[in-house]
T-cell receptor, first 112, second 115 residues
């Protein structure tokens, strides 16, 4: 029933580890996004994929690598986690780049 | 980077109307005005959007100034569930925008609703 889902909801890990966050949408949308929301509540786009192709890649460290195995999934892999990576990460999707974005519930990542 | 200006916080009483202002003096002719809101511990959700004319939907109304340099989101009867951060965002028409297809989010207005 859930439109955009993310797993896990919470992720606590040590500095230097590698972790992944998964995102799935069942809306049949063509475009998916990853956003990062920091402690000041700024929501900043990281990546956007349209039909499995990368169309937006903001200035994000290359420790972050998105992977889109199909149109319904956009996973985020993070290598060598740092303290500053602690944030809430939101996945979103839209029918195309012009349309309303639907957000997932977020993944709260805490790096110790 | 945010192209919009909103008050940091506002307060309302339950069942009263709420007018949330947004200034966007640098808006261009093809920019759409979008509003999203983020309830506590949830992802943002779409509220409404418009280009020039006022818009109504089941959640809210959007009043756009004639010069388009400002807009107001109107919640007709606030409920406790409307307590959230409300974001006003300009979005270039992606079909004209080339590679600039992103929403640029500001800090929004934190709305408190008193019972």
């Amino acid at each position: 029933d859930t439109a955009v889902s993310q797993t896990p909801k919470y992720l606590v890990t040590q500095m230097g580890n590698d972790k992944s966050i998964k995102c799935e949408q069942n809306l049949g949308h063509d475009t998916m996004y990853w956003y990062k929301q920091d402690s000041k509540k700024f929501l900043k786009i990281m990546f956007s994929y349209n039909n499995k192709e990368l169309i937006i890649n903001e200035t994000v460290p290359n420790r972050f690598s998105p992977k889109s195995p199909d149109k319904a999934h956009l996973n985020l892999h993070i290598n060598s986690l740092e303290l500053g990576d602690s944030a809430v990460y939101f996945c979103a999707s839209s029918q195309d780049e012009a349309d309303t974005q639907y957000f997932g519930p977020g993944t709260r990542l805490t790096v110790l | 980077d945010a192209k919009t200006t909103q008050p940091n916080s506002m307060e309302s009483n339950e069942e009263e109307p709420v007018h949330l202002p947004c200034n966007h003096s640098t808006i261009s002719g093809t920019d759409y005005i979008h509003w999203y809101r983020q309830l506590p511990s949830q992802g943002p959700e779409y509220v409404i959007h418009g280009l020039t004319s006022n818009v109504n939907n089941r959640m809210a109304s959007l009043a756009i100034a004639e010069d388009r340099k400002s807009s107001t989101l109107i919640l007709h009867r606030a409920t406790l569930r409307d307590a959230a951060v409300y974001y006003c965002i300009l979005r270039e028409n992606p079909y004209n925008a080339g590679n600039n297809r992103k929403l640029i989010w500001g800090l929004g207005t934190s709305l408190a609703v008193n019972p």
